[in-house]
């Protein structure tokens, strides 16, 4: 680790490390837009250029994505090459099968040459999923990609059935990697999302901050730190004002900023409803001074989107954060304790090993760390969380972290249904108006047939 | 609902080797133990070979697929012809469930197939959780393959 670095320093150091992504998103802030970024990604070169294309020419200030698919995530180019030469279906873009070089003249046709001053017009984030991810990584380092993400735990737990030691050499090299370039790539932790529902604010906190200090560990200094929307717009405020704390104290010497996922759970069935709680989610990021938002579409629930359907949602987006820019303060942030909860699972790990990689494969070893409901071999799945009467989401279970949780007179183990019903609390609180009439939906439970009507 | 099985019955759950989506399996978990149920979860993304070795370890009742990203017709369809190879495995009662394949309502087309090919039922996710909770009633009677338990219609 390197020695804290005083904060006048610490801003010089993190002009000087600005990639051609990070400039881009800070001279955006600075002029006071939200940058905002799909999920996108589409198996031929052509529609991939197209769909980049339409991005770029939002009425939006927008960087762009490439989401991979499935194949590639596991290390299966063979198969991804198999699907280009069949014409085979892929769920995203194959960068490895497509290699390198077609990938290089991919971004430059699209975001123009990295210029004299060290930026791009249009940024391109590669956004892939995945826990063992070094031939990936070399094939974006030698295409010039400008950003990506993930992280040894965020991209292993949920995913992958991969030890989470194996994943953290994996990253570790890939990280190193990266720092060995001259103009490094943009590196952003996914430890903000973990199952994208149900998993307390603090620890998605702490967990974003360790893959941060992961990163910085083995040499980058230009990152981003992710939080995902929750059920409860206080709390959510509370807790990327905390992730802002945490980060501004522990990674002085990066030039890091936050990016806010769209809620990633069970999510709205209809248009009214996804708009709304894309909605919410802008206005979060406003509020919370968060840099980048990637957003969701209606189609979410039902498909992949098309280009247009991602289009339309990030100027719908772009036009709320400018409704908000222009508004005062509507939502109070809650004072739950996320900072302090975050902080103390961040210090208890790190003094688990000499190494940040060490402590957060020794933390889950010892249900130090533990994501509630999380199936991996190596999460101790003893913690639970509940969504509580006011909509906060809350600890149930402590498992064996060193939280204190407080114990509900009326608090049982979650039922089958209850967690249905807690899984689905964003989808009704945003479908609820468009559903009076009644609405199917694909898995209903017995208990719930009260909102099946006549449609 | 709210039936017990007696005895306790032990039940494999499990998703499908290219499927990561874990709530499904969670979900699936804690309405087999709210029954009486014990369960092995296996988890997300499980190669084909663990699911067997599970199985012929703790010869549970019956084994569970849950599937949702519409690689099930295409991993499941593997998955039993492997476990239907294998003779000790041969009258282990399987089922499977989910989003099937990736055309939503017309993803009942995957159920004659797999039930065809070993299923003891296949339980597309419009079909509502009904019929596995009807399956759950049928497991101390002898298996009766094949079987075809999806109806496609919401209950």
């Known amino acids: ?455 | 609902m709210s039936q017990v099985m007696l005895p306790a019955k032990r039940f494999v759950v499990s998703s499908v080797s290219s499927d990561a989506h874990m709530w499904n399996l969670v979900f699936l978990q804690l309405l087999l133990e709210e029954q009486g149920a014990h369960v092995t979860n296996l988890g997300a993304c499980v190669p084909d070979d663990l699911i067997i070795e599970e199985c012929r370890r703790s010869r549970p009742d019956a084994l569970v697929i849950s599937t949702v990203n519409g690689h099930g017709h295409l991993d499941g369809l593997r998955l039993i012809r492997r476990i239907r190879e294998e003779p000790d495995l041969a009258d282990l009662r399987v089922v499977i469930g989910g989003k099937l394949g990736v055309r939503g309502a017309e993803n009942i087309v995957f159920a004659e197939e797999l039930a065809l090919s070993g299923y003891d039922a296949v339980f597309e996710a419009d079909g509502g959780i009904e019929n596995f909770q009807e399956f759950l009633g049928t497991l101390d009677a002898p298996a009766e393959r094949p079987a075809l338990a999806s109806s496609g219609v919401a209950a």
């Not at chain 1, 995945?130 to 400008?146: I, K, N, R, T």
């Not at chain 1, 498909?303 to 289009?311: L, S």
Request: hydrophobic letters at 40%; glycine letters at 10%; charged letters at 20%.
């Open chain 1, 1 to 455: 680790m390197n020695a804290p670095i005083r904060s006048s320093e610490g801003a010089v150091a993190a002009a000087r490390t600005q990639g051609r992504f990070s400039r881009y998103v800070h001279g955006a802030h600075a002029d006071g837009r939200l940058v905002v970024q799909p999920r996108m990604g589409f198996a031929d070169l052509a529609t991939m250029r197209e769909g980049l294309l339409g991005v770029r020419g939002a009425d939006a200030t927008a960087t762009g994505t490439i989401t991979l698919d499935s194949y590639t995530r596991v290390n299966d180019h063979d198969s991804a090459r198999q699907a280009l030469r069949t014409g085979a279906e892929l769920n995203g873009f194959p960068l490895v099968a497509h290699g390198p070089d077609a990938t290089r003249q991919l971004l430059d046709s699209v975001s123009g040459p990295v210029s004299a001053s060290g930026g791009r017009d249009f940024p391109v984030q590669v956004r892939h999923g995945s826990a063992l991810p070094y031939p990936l990584f070399e094939a974006m380092v030698a295409a010039g990609v400008d950003a990506t993400e993930g992280g040894p735990v965020s991209y292993c737990l949920p995913y992958s059935r991969a030890p989470i030691s194996a994943a953290v050499k994996a990253w570790a090299q890939c990280c190193e990697l990266i720092a060995a370039q001259p103009d490094p790539m943009h590196l952003e932790s996914f430890g903000g999302c973990m199952l994208g529902q149900l998993c307390p604010p603090s620890l998605l906190v702490a967990l974003s901050v360790l893959e941060g200090l992961f990163f910085r560990e083995h040499g980058l200094s230009d990152i981003s730190l992710s939080y995902a929307q929750q059920t409860h717009p206080g709390q959510d405020l509370e807790a990327i004002a905390a992730l802002r704390r945490l980060a501004g104290e522990r990674l002085a010497e990066a030039d890091w900023h936050v990016v806010l996922y769209t809620f990633m759970g069970v999510f709205p069935r209809t248009p009214v409803g996804s708009f709304r709680i894309l909605e919410e989610s802008v206005r979060l990021a406003v509020r919370s001074g968060s840099e980048r938002l990637i957003v969701k579409t209606p189609a979410e629930a039902h498909r992949i989107p098309t280009i247009a359907e991602n289009v339309d949602a990030l100027e719908f987006a772009a036009s709320i954060a400018r409704d908000e820019a222009g508004r005062g303060a509507e939502v109070a942030p809650t004072e739950s304790g996320v900072y302090e909860e975050a902080r103390l699972l961040v210090d208890s790990t790190l003094e688990l090993a000499p190494t940040v990689g060490e402590a957060l494969i020794r933390a889950f070893e010892r249900g130090h760390l533990d994501v509630p409901y999380c199936l991996h071999q190596d999460n101790a799945n003893k913690s639970r969380a509940y969504v509580d009467p006011a909509g906060m989401l809350q600890w149930a279970e402590a498992g064996r972290m060193p939280l204190r949780v407080e114990r509900g007179a009326s608090r049982r183990p979650v039922s089958a249904k209850g967690l249905l019903t807690m899984l689905g609390f964003n989808e009704q609180r945003f479908d609820r108006e468009q559903l009076t009439n009644g609405h199917l939906r694909g898995l209903q439970y017995p208990g719930r047939t009260a909102r099946r009507g006549l449609s």
